[in-house]
């Protein structure tokens, strides 16, 4: 007996250890069982910035650019060899058409002139008095003929002189601002050697291309505007005046010309234009703020709100204005989309419009 009872008093504390594991082990399971409720709960809505489809008019704008042209341009070249007597212009000053600009030495061809028209007088006098020999027959037929022939001629080479003559004042053929001459007093210049250019700048051409897709649109006076980056904050309004009817097979496109004002001189010959035409007019286009879109590779989508809940919808794009852009397929007016937080959204995830943007 004494030794049971010691064995006991050993044993004692293993068995309450025991105990001790066992209710703690029970005390463990309510909280295990309320894991599931907690999992089960609904997730909570992400706050977004959203805004409607609405409808507006929009204007369908063609862009394109150009260059500027004179109006009219040409270099003053001679067509006869000679020496250059005197420059009447000054470079970068208007001229008038008829204006004289140059003159080549002429003392040549005035003495040509002179000496052809002597000839001239002779060969009358002498045809005259072959017209009073011939009839009273005391001259053939033959001398007079030749006698004719040679004042025909005569006369021929005095034309022929006195052009030759005109050709040493070289005039302007139409009004515009002399450039930059290439001769100077004194100098001998052959046929065709450039001396000045003379640019018409008011108005000036400007001539762009635009794809085929347009030709029905382009009418000769349909309105464009130009803006040149020399010319910062300024728009210029022209008009078409012609239409090349031929097609640039290669690239589908086909070349237009306008004319635009330029009463000030701003613009220059050679200079890069931009061109907008209007095509079109949409008085209820659909649109939504361009930062709504979501390239994803070649397809577009928006992330509409349906029933508090994020759906992607594929859509097709029209036109476009600075913050918006037309939506052609794909929403209805008055349907909701994100515009502000769209990566960290999944299809179905619950959103809370925090702050709804007017549409534009």
């Known amino acids: 007996m004494p030794h049971t009872f010691a064995l006991s008093r050993r044993l004692l504390p293993v068995a309450v250890l025991s105990f001790t594991l ?123 003929d030749q006698a004719s022939a040679r004042l025909a001629e005569s006369r021929a080479l005095l034309a022929r002189h006195r052009v030759l003559l005109d050709k040493t004042v070289l005039r302007a053929p139409f009004d515009g601002i002399a450039g930059l001459r290439q001769v100077s007093p004194g100098a001998y210049v052959q046929p065709g050697q450039d001396l000045v250019n003379l640019e018409d700048l008011d108005p000036l051409k400007i001539e762009f291309r635009v794809p085929e897709r347009h030709a029905a649109a382009m009418t000769a006076g349909r309105e464009l505007r130009v803006r040149v980056d020399a010319v910062q904050g300024r728009e210029f309004v022209g008009e078409i005046y012609a239409i090349d009817p031929r097609l640039d097979a290669a690239t589908r496109t086909f070349a237009l010309r306008g004319r635009v004002p330029n009463q000030d001189h701003l613009l220059r010959p050679g200079m890069f234009a931009q061109v907008e035409l209007t095509v079109g007019e949409r ?78």
């Open 22 to 144: 066992v209710a703690c082990s029970g005390a463990d399971k309510p909280a295990t069982s309320a894991a599931p409720a907690a999992a089960g709960a609904p997730p909570q809505a992400l706050p977004v910035v959203a805004a409607q489809a609405q409808t507006q008019p929009l204007t369908d704008r063609l862009r394109a650019v150009g260059t500027l042209a004179a109006n009219e341009s040409v270099l003053i070249r001679p067509e006869i060899a000679g020496r250059l007597a005197r420059i009447h212009f000054e470079e970068g000053q208007p001229v008038a058409a008829g204006e004289v600009l140059i003159t080549l030495d002429a003392a040549e061809h005035r003495a040509l002139v002179a000496q052809t028209e002597a000839t001239v007088e002779a060969n009358r006098l002498t045809f005259e008095r072959a017209q009073d020999l011939v009839k009273s027959n005391m001259l053939s037929r033959q001398d007079f």
């Open 283 to 360: 008085p209820q286009a659909l649109v939504i703020p361009e930062q709504a879109i979501v390239p994803r590779g070649e397809q577009l989508l928006v992330l509409k709100v349906v029933d508090g809940k994020v759906v992607p919808t594929p859509v097709r794009t029209g036109l476009r204005e600075p913050g918006i852009v037309e939506i052609v397929e794909g929403l209805a007016p008055g349907d909701t989309v994100v515009t502000e937080g769209q990566m960290k959204l999944r299809p179905g995830t619950p959103v809370a419009v925090r702050a709804a943007e007017a549409a534009p």
